[in-house]
């Protein structure tokens, strides 16, 4: 394949500065703190085993919340590789160990928890309770057990 340009380069400017993101950050404020610590494990059989709190799914702890709450998770990677942590049906910010907002606010449903490091994040929860899937994005390890379930009550 052979590819030809024609006409004048795009101009060299600077990419502008926008500022802020203009999404509006949740108030860390009185969230309720939860921590995640991410593990692996060899079981009986010495098959590889990974889990949420010493846990494997469908063993692992429901994480309880209310409509209308905040959280601030803190998700701690005791591996020494990645987990892409991903939750499903709610967006959240991240944040710093304190709660507050860390720049650019913006929504995620997933987040990278680099190995033997923290992240830390704010989920407001909206009005859809139910049971909320919450794991590795890599799907080997939440096939290995690192997945959990968020309880949303009334």
Same mark, same amino acid.
């Given at each position: 394949?052979?590819?030809?340009?024609?006409?004048?380069?795009?101009? $060299?400017?600077?990419?502008? +500065?926008?500022?802020?993101?203009?999404?509006?950050?949740?108030?860390?404020?009185?969230?309720?703190?939860?921590?995640?610590?991410?593990?692996?494990?060899?079981? +009986?059989?010495?098959?590889?085993?990974?889990?949420?709190?010493?846990?494997?799914?469908?063993?692992?702890?429901?994480?309880?919340?209310?409509?209308?709450?905040?959280?601030?998770?803190?998700?701690?990677?005791?591996?020494?590789?990645?987990?892409?942590?991903?939750?499903?049906?709610?967006?959240?910010?991240?944040?710093?160990?304190?709660?507050?907002?860390?720049?650019?606010?913006?929504?995620?449903?997933?987040?990278?928890?680099?190995?033997?490091? $923290?992240?830390?994040?704010?989920?407001?929860?909206?009005?859809?309770?139910?049971?909320?899937?919450?794991?590795?994005?890599?799907?080997?390890?939440?096939?290995?057990?690192?997945?959990?379930?968020? +309880?949303?009550?009334?």
């Amino acid at each position: 394949m052979t590819i030809e340009l024609e006409g004048e380069a795009l101009p $060299s400017e600077k990419v502008p +500065d926008l500022g802020q993101s203009g999404v509006e950050p949740i108030e860390g404020a009185g969230a309720t703190p939860v921590e995640l610590r991410l593990s692996a494990w060899n079981d +009986d059989t010495g098959a590889l085993r990974m889990g949420v709190n010493g846990h494997a799914y469908p063993d692992a702890e429901l994480i309880r919340a209310t409509v209308g709450e905040t959280q601030r998770w803190t998700v701690v990677n005791e591996m020494e590789w990645d987990h892409p942590s991903h939750l499903h049906g709610f967006f959240f910010q991240r944040a710093d160990a304190s709660g507050a907002p860390i720049e650019p606010v913006e929504w995620l449903d997933t987040i990278n928890v680099p190995r033997s490091a $923290s992240e830390h994040f704010l989920i407001r929860y909206d009005n859809r309770p139910g049971l909320w899937m919450a794991h590795c994005h890599i799907l080997d390890h939440s096939d290995a057990g690192m997945m959990t379930m968020v +309880d949303l009550a009334r």
